[in-house]
Antibody, heavy 119, light 108 residues
Framework: QVKLQESGPGLLKPSQTLALSCSVS??????????WSWLRQPAGKGLEWIGR???????NYSPSLESRVSIYLDMSKKEVSLKLSSVTAADTAVYYC???????????WGRGILVTVSS | SSDLTQPPSVSVSPGQTATITCSGN??????ASWYQQRPGQSPEMVIY???QRPSGIPGRFSGSKSGNTATLTITGTQAMDEGDYFC???????????FGTGTKVTVL
């Protein structure tokens, strides 16, 4: 069974850089036809896709966040990491990591981590 | 790309059928997926590739698509089906995923 677990600081100040990690177990990080994605959900609102990274390291990002976001793999730790720079209150949300299957559906999700941006 | 359009809410009596639609240009160009999100939980995939049901998802969940509209149907709705439902599609123009606005299903 694939398990994903997000971790990182839950409180940031405006202009800081959000840095989250997603620990992956039960599946190889590389070698399969899967992407690893980050998504977020502000309280009471819908889901927003942030970006994804393929097992080869190729990335795609949301056009609205592309200038501030980077996603990378840490093979030694078996983690997928997210960095989002220059955060504002609008970046306050629950952040999820998820696996994207070849069907382009997100078949496994982490439990999510709440990140609050406040001065 | 803008969000896919879903009805904000659907109310259904136990045992009846709930129907949720998802409209947008991206739906007509690629496969749609559907996710259930119970209160306080992370999303769970209930339909992929328009009409495929993952193992472990009850048979009362089904999906279909016509043109630019995908539909999730819950036949014989149960109280445990309450929650928010989101559709998702791939936008090949922007190389990104788009999600529906979300539908809250209430079982009265």
């Amino acid at each position: 069974q694939v398990k994903l677990q997000e971790s990182g600081p839950g409180l940031l100040k405006p202009s800081q850089t959000l840095a989250l990690s997603c620990s992956v177990s039960g599946a190889p990080l590389t070698g399969g036809a899967y992407y690893w994605s980050w998504l977020r959900q502000p309280a009471g609102k819908g889901l927003e896709w942030i970006g994804r990274i393929y097992t080869s390291g190729n990335t795609n990002y949301s056009p609205s966040l592309e200038s501030r976001v980077s996603i990378y793999l840490d093979m030694s730790k078996k983690e997928v990491s997210l960095k989002l720079s220059s955060v504002t209150a609008a970046d306050t949300a629950v952040y999820y990591c998820a696996r994207e299957a070849p069907t382009r559906a997100h078949d496994f999700w982490g439990r999510g981590i709440l990140v609050t941006v406040s001065s | 790309s803008s969000d896919l359009t879903q009805p904000p809410s659907v109310s259904v009596s136990p045992g009846q059928t709930a129907t949720i639609t998802c409209s947008g240009n991206e739906v007509g160009k690629t496969f749609a997926s559907w996710y259930q999100q119970r209160p306080g939980q992370s999303p769970e995939m209930v339909i992929y590739q328009d009409n495929q049901r993952p193992s472990g998802i009850p048979g009362r969940f089904s999906g279909s698509k016509s043109g630019n509209t995908a539909t999730l149907t819950i036949t014989g709705t149960q109280a445990m089906d309450e929650g928010d439902y989101f559709c998702q599609a791939w936008d090949s123009d922007t190389v990104s995923f788009v999600f529906g606005t979300g539908t809250k299903v209430t079982v009265l």
